[in-house]
């Protein structure tokens, strides 16, 4: 169940505390999401494409064979 800002600031944690922990989770997610998209495909998704908006990351490998 989620709560509202309101519902937390009167069980006695500041807004600015709750709003802290959401905008973080919500960067571990997107983080998350885009490290998923660029690691090796799980089985049965090795054919798929990878979305347009997940940018690509090239591996520490492939950056240090080009010089």
Excluded: C, Q
């Excluded at 998350?32 to 090239?58: H, L, M, Q």
Aim: glycine fraction near 10%.
């Amino acid at each position: 169940m989620v709560l509202p800002l309101g519902a937390a600031a009167g069980s006695g944690l500041p807004s600015s505390f709750v709003l802290v922990y959401a905008v973080g989770f919500i960067a571990a997610v997107t983080i998350g999401s885009i490290a998923w998209y660029n690691s090796k495909r799980p089985p049965g998704w090795e054919d798929k494409e990878k979305p347009n908006f997940i940018p690509t990351v090239a591996a520490e490998d492939e950056e240090t064979e080009g010089n």
